[in-house]
């Protein structure tokens, strides 16, 4: 036997008790009343998964960032070794690559490595140009616009 309450007649007189409740009851309880329901309980809840859901987003995208920004800096690192080289193959390599990562590098990024290969190269072209005066030979050819990243 089915349950009174669980029939569509059981529910069409529940539903049309509710809406004739709400008709006469112009005070506002129908609204406290919900409002202290589990339904609106169920709609916190929602709301508060959403809530995290957005946090988790963020939170993801954020590490994201973070991580490649250490692997560039990784790679920079690398490639300013590299470029401080007395071995010119090796200097040459971590240019290129500094220019390449030049490319990515964020506006201080950019300068902070143009400011420290620039100190280095001005020191290499007077260790060499001191080489060329003693008659050792053995300039460097290295240009300071090949170390600026797009500007």
């Given at each position: 036997?089915?349950?009174?309450?669980?029939?569509?007649?059981?529910?069409?007189?529940w539903?049309?008790?509710?809406?004739?409740?709400a008709?006469a009851?112009?005070?506002g309880?129908?609204?406290?009343?919900?409002?202290?329901?589990?339904?609106m309980?169920?709609?916190?809840?929602?709301?508060?998964?959403?809530?995290?859901?957005?946090?988790?987003?963020?939170?993801?995208?954020?590490?994201?960032?973070?991580a490649?920004?250490?692997?560039?800096?990784?790679?920079?690192?690398w490639?300013?070794?590299?470029?401080?080289?007395?071995?010119?193959?090796?200097?040459?390599?971590?240019?290129?690559?500094?220019?390449?990562?030049?490319?990515?590098?964020?506006?201080?990024?950019?300068?902070?490595?143009?400011?420290?290969?620039?100190?280095?190269v001005?020191?290499l072209?007077?260790?060499?140009?001191?080489?060329?005066?003693?008659?050792?030979?053995?300039?460097?050819?290295?240009?300071?616009?090949?170390?600026?990243?797009p500007?």
């Amino acid at each position: 036997m089915a349950h009174p309450d669980r029939t569509p007649d059981g529910i069409g007189s529940w539903l049309g008790a509710l809406a004739s409740a709400a008709a006469a009851d112009r005070d506002g309880s129908v609204l406290a009343d919900f409002a202290t329901s589990p339904a609106m309980g169920g709609l916190f809840g929602i709301a508060g998964a959403l809530i995290a859901l957005t946090a988790a987003g963020v939170a993801a995208t954020v590490s994201r960032i973070s991580a490649r920004r250490g692997e560039w800096w990784d790679r920079a690192e690398w490639a300013l070794q590299l470029a401080i080289s007395r071995v010119s193959r090796e200097r040459e390599a971590g240019l290129s690559a500094l220019r390449i990562l030049a490319r990515e590098a964020t506006k201080n990024e950019g300068e902070m490595i143009d400011a420290v290969t620039s100190v280095y190269v001005a020191d290499l072209d007077g260790a060499s140009e001191q080489a060329e005066n003693d008659g050792e030979g053995g300039a460097v050819d290295v240009e300071q616009e090949e170390l600026s990243g797009p500007t």
